[in-house]
């Protein structure tokens, strides 16, 4: 056996005799015996753990300002418990118990209670959790508790059944799905993932008959929904003893059970020199390179990921980009998924059988020919990294992973974990199962000290003879020996590497490559003990200030400020319209928004909490506020486009090497808490958004703008960045929800162009047309913005300083073409999908709001009907009429623009469509219905941006100036015969714009019945 397996095993059956150990001490006096959780030391909460009588261990977090509670409840229980003649079986679980014998209950109360609720299954837990203001805490436990306790699993058997199958479907034509699923079930005999469907389907659940399944998900419920295998995260306001009462009274009926801690597992899970290659349904090449890991290397992991994930010189991505090979580089370690995105990784990423370490390498048609360089050079890089671990870079780079250990407990509340209470609980609560109860919290942000031979130990996990190749392509030359998978329709081969492929891989391994580590990370906070803030009179939320060209201000809070306006409106019925105007002693609010003064130039002006000044001129104007919240700028630079099919695929191409050249040092920023997001807006603007923490918040601004000012299109990255927004173009609508999105979009404005369009523009671009691009782009600069948060007068002057002396010459044409175009009532676009494959179709059925775009009342009244009807959405057309597990209404406030949206397998779009028209015809009953109570719930559940985000949309949008404050004026006085009108007028007495996405098949059909008609 394997030296990992043999230590992992050890300490499997270390813990095992451990837990069984601590729960059979603690079962005669369970509530008497609270464990002291380890909490971070820059943490203003209070946790507290305890454990009930039958078994259930609780962690409690009090947060005195929470206006929210969250809880998170783990059952360590998931798809790995499938018994083999029924898989997806736990994912089935997991749907009846969320609804029991009332389909919407807690998706309505949660979501009427300002939260919300979910779900998911993984492959060795099942998650639920749920969020509500805090005064609605106890009638959320009452109401989840009973699910829990005793749920009825037979009344919606048939229609979970619909809806896990239905689920399936909206993910079984994903590259990333597929290649997710073929990791697991590839996996070697006797290894639990071999084999495994974790979605389940409706053929995978009807191979027994009803009573035979019942029987099946009753053992389930009752052997793994014990006390013993149950992990509670509750959070809110407290007080402590409140939330013990609450735990108590509601989870302490549940069914005493002992934990099932996992077994170890002695079989291996895959040979070596493997490749397992598939068949692309998303038109890409992607080549990965796994590895099964252990848990315990989180030092020496990060010094890894760092080394593998950088973007600078010498680099792997920056070889591989030179070469052409790559389009991008990631490395998905367990459940984090390393790359731009940020994004988790698989269901089989992180379970007791190990971690999956993966680099995934997203390949050029070039790259492809050379995947066996590829290949040599990622494990020559491995070796790099082995032969100078004393190095003095390497030595660095440990020590920035444990600063940034000690920002993420230091500064625990407003930029780790513990700023999102969501993620915080879930966090927790999976953390409790692979942790004792008082390093649940600490294990976020706790490093292990970094050992001599933990390298050498690590990387002999990621050798060759422990490596799979997965090889995902476009196209196959020959299909010989490949067969399909029963339940996605894969078609893969597995195969071992031929000595040919060996011999590409020795050969480019032997090369010599100029592989550096990353230079020192110039963003990085700088350690201030507790001691050194509270002498400089800064709170244990902050930084100290520093001067000089760092240009660091001082850290923050996580609480934002925005100025609420006072003014009040009457809302009032007209016959069929409504008037909005002022109350006698209030101050004249317009139509668009409340008049504003603004202060050119750079005088010293008082700065309040919520206040703005404006800075600069016409050609660099930001807007400043001072507040506590993290620091924030938000820029658009508009550049001259031209309208026209090339000049905006020039402009996609434009953003793809900007993006490049930006990559090196918006990783070093991710890597400093600090992120940046840069986009295009509409034809011709460029946003720029950085926020993060506030010590080098100004020095990185500057970095990132002084790499726009200074950028150059290289030619060698030509070809990348076509293919960038090649795949990107094809991406964007290869799902049919997606497709249907892109043409609403493109109906609302006339310079957003049809893909293939694009496609064929894309193809015939020479490098010299973006040389005439580049020199014309620039030629109409200027520049708007706004700085917020606990940013000084000084440091604001420094950032609009930026944007001084650029050319200033105004766009005489609009500045935003999105919604110069209005829906047309009555219009239906019938379209088939672009994926051969895919079995889904969609309905989008929309509603023009307005005559007008930005109008408050309008906007008020929007908002209002969409937060009534959206639980009553899914009720109907999802939990009722079971048409498609996708079914929401879509709101686009910018545009006044509502959609109804069905994703189905099961209907054809037009038989969606016209369901969808039906429950707008009958909206009214519903409508008058809604109880006064409800509706005011409604009215207060609805939360507007602060006027940071108000004064965002006005710049990016369009919208007036103080747009969000006339709409919440007109929000407070707007009754529910208001509401009878507007649907009335805009939904009950207009032809939608219907939007019909065919999957292929049904296409073909419906095409054979109007020929067949004509």
């Not at 919407?104 to 492959?123: C, P, R």
């Not at 090889?471 to 071992?496: A, C, H, M």
């Not at 006027?947 to 009754?975: M, Y």
Request: charged residues 25%.
């Amino acid at each position: 056996m394997c030296l990992f397996y043999a230590i992992r095993d050890f300490h499997i059956l270390f813990r095992l005799s451990h837990l069984s150990a601590n729960f059979a001490s603690r079962r005669a006096n369970l509530m008497d015996m609270d464990v002291s959780v380890i909490k971070p030391s820059g943490s203003q909460n209070h946790y507290e753990s305890f454990t009930l009588e039958n078994g259930l261990e609780v962690i409690a977090i009090v947060d005195p300002n929470a206006t929210k509670s969250d809880l998170s409840l783990v059952i360590r229980a998931g798809s790995g418990k499938d018994p083999i003649n029924a898989p997806g079986l736990a994912h089935l679980l997991e749907h009846l118990v969320s609804v029991s014998d009332s389909p919407n209950e807690l998706f309505e109360y949660t979501s009427l209670h300002g939260g919300d609720f979910v779900a998911f299954t993984e492959h060795d837990y099942m998650c639920f959790q749920g969020s509500v203001l805090n005064g609605d805490l106890e009638g959320f436990l009452k109401m989840f508790s009973r699910h829990l306790i005793s749920p009825n699993l037979s009344k919606c058997l048939d229609a979970e059944i619909t809806a896990v199958d239905q689920e399936f479907e909206l993910s079984k034509y994903l590259d990333e799905a597929r290649l997710s699923h073929l990791r697991a079930y590839t996996c070697n005999r006797g290894h639990p993932f071999h084999g495994k469907f974790s979605w389940g389907n409706r053929d995978s659940l009807s191979k027994l008959d009803r009573t035979a399944l019942l029987n099946l998900l009753t053992k389930f419920f009752e052997t793994y929904f014990v006390g013993g295998c149950m992990k509670l995260v509750l959070a809110g306001k407290g007080p402590l003893n409140e939330m013990k009462r609450l735990v108590q009274c509601y989870f302490g009926s549940i069914k005493y059970g002992a934990d099932d801690i996992p077994s170890s597992i002695s079989v291996l899970p895959w040979g070596p020199n493997t490749v397992v290659t598939s068949l692309s349904v998303e038109d890409s090449n992607l080549l990965e390179l796994t590895w099964m890991i252990p848990k315990s290397f989180d030092t020496v992991e990060n010094f890894i990921l760092t080394s593998l994930t950088h973007k600078f010189p010498g680099s792997l991505y920056r070889i591989f980009i030179d070469k052409q090979w790559i389009v991008d580089l990631s490395v998905i370690s367990g459940h984090h998924n390393i790359d731009d995105d940020d994004t988790d990784s698989c269901d089989y990423g992180c379970t007791p059988s190990g971690r999956l370490f993966i680099i995934s390498v997203n390949l050029t048609d070039l790259g492809l020919t050379k995947k066996a360089e590829v290949v040599g050079y990622v494990l020559k890089f491995l070796s790099f990294v082995r032969d100078n671990e004393d190095a003095p870079e390497a030595v660095r780079i440990r020590d920035e992973f444990y600063l940034m250990q000690w920002f993420a407990e230091e500064f625990f509340d407003s930029y780790s974990v513990g700023s999102d209470s969501t993620t915080l609980t879930k966090q927790i609560s999976v953390n409790m199962l692979s942790n004792d109860v008082d390093e649940a919290v600490s294990a976020i942000y706790h490093a292990t000290t970094y050992q001599k031979n933990d390298l050498c130990e690590f990387l002999n996990y990621l050798s060759v003879d422990k490596m799979r190749i997965h090889l995902v392509v476009k196209t196959l030359d020959k299909k010989e020996g490949f067969v399909t998978d029963p339940w996605f329709g894969i078609l893969y081969n597995v195969s071992e590497l031929d000595s040919k492929t060996i011999g590409e891989v020795t050969t480019a391994y032997n090369t010599a490559v100029g592989f550096r580590f990353p230079p020192a990370n110039q963003f990085r906070p700088t350690y201030i003990s507790s001691e050194d803030r509270a002498s400089s009179g800064d709170s244990d939320d902050g930084a100290s200030s520093e001067d000089g060209d760092d240009g660091a201000s001082s850290e923050v809070g996580d609480d934002c400020a925005s100025s609420e306006d006072g003014d009040e409106m009457d809302v009032q019925e007209d016959g069929d319209e409504m008037d909005v105007h002022e109350d006698d002693d209030d101050e004249d609010v317009h139509e668009g928004g409340d008049d504003v003064d603004f202060h050119e130039g750079g005088d010293d002006m008082d700065v309040h909490e919520g206040g703005r000044i404006v800075l600069g001129d016409d050609g660099g104007r930001v807007f400043y506020f001072k507040s506590s919240s993290i620091p924030t700028l938000k820029v658009i630079t508009y550049l001259h486009v031209e309208r026209g099919v090339k000049s905006s695929a020039l402009a996609l191409c434009y953003l793809e090497s900007l993006n490049l050249a930006l990559a090196a040092t918006v990783s070093q920023g991710e890597r400093s808490m600090l992120k940046t997001k840069v986009s295009f807006s509409g034809r011709n603007k460029l946003l720029i958004e950085i926020d993060g923490y506030g010590q080098y918040f100004i020095s990185f601004v500057k970095a990132i703008w002084d790499i726009f000012k200074a950028f150059s299109f290289p030619p060698a990255e030509f070809q990348i960045c076509k293919e960038k927004v090649r795949r990107s173009l094809i991406g964007g609508v290869l799902d049919p929800a997606d497709l249907s999105n892109a043409l609403l979009e493109k109906h609302t404005s006339d310079s957003i162009y049809a893909v293939d369009d694009m496609l064929k523009e894309l193809n015939s671009l020479v490098f010299n047309d973006f040389t005439h691009f580049m020199a014309d782009i620039g030629t109409k600069l200027s520049v708007e913005g706004f700085l917020s948060g606990d940013i000084s007068r000084a440091d604001a002057d420094t950032v609009c300083g930026l944007f001084v002396g650029l050319k200033t010459s105004q766009l005489t044409e609009s500045r935003d073409d999105r919604g110069d175009l209005r829906l047309h009532s009555d219009h239906i676009i019938n379209i088939c999908a672009r994926k051969m494959s895919d079995g889904n179709s969609v309905a989008k059925v929309c509603f023009q709001i307005g005559d007008e775009l930005h109008i408050a009342v309008d906007t008020a009244l929007l908002h209002l009907f969409s937060s009534l009807i959206e639980d009553d959405i899914t009720a109907k057309l999802r939990f009722q009429e079971h048409l498609g597990y996708s079914v929401s209404g879509e709101t686009d406030y910018d545009l006044g623009i509502f959609s109804f949206t069905i994703v189905s397998c099961d209907y054809n779009p037009e038989f969606l469509s016209l369901k969808i028209e039906d429950y707008v015809k009958n909206l009214g009953v519903f409508l008058k219905g809604v109880s006064d109570s409800v509706f005011e719930k409604r009215k207060e559940s609805i939360e507007l941006s602060g006027e940071e985000e108000s004064l965002w949309a006005h710049l990016s949008e369009q919208s007036p100036d103080g747009f969000n404050r006339s709409v919440t004026s007109c929000l407070k006085k707007i009754h529910k015969e208001d509401i009878i009108i507007f649907y009335n007028k805009w939904f009950l007495s207009k032809r939608p714009f219907s939007i019909r996405v065919w999957c292929c098949k049904l296409y073909s059909e419906y095409l054979d019945s109007i020929n067949a008609e004509n």
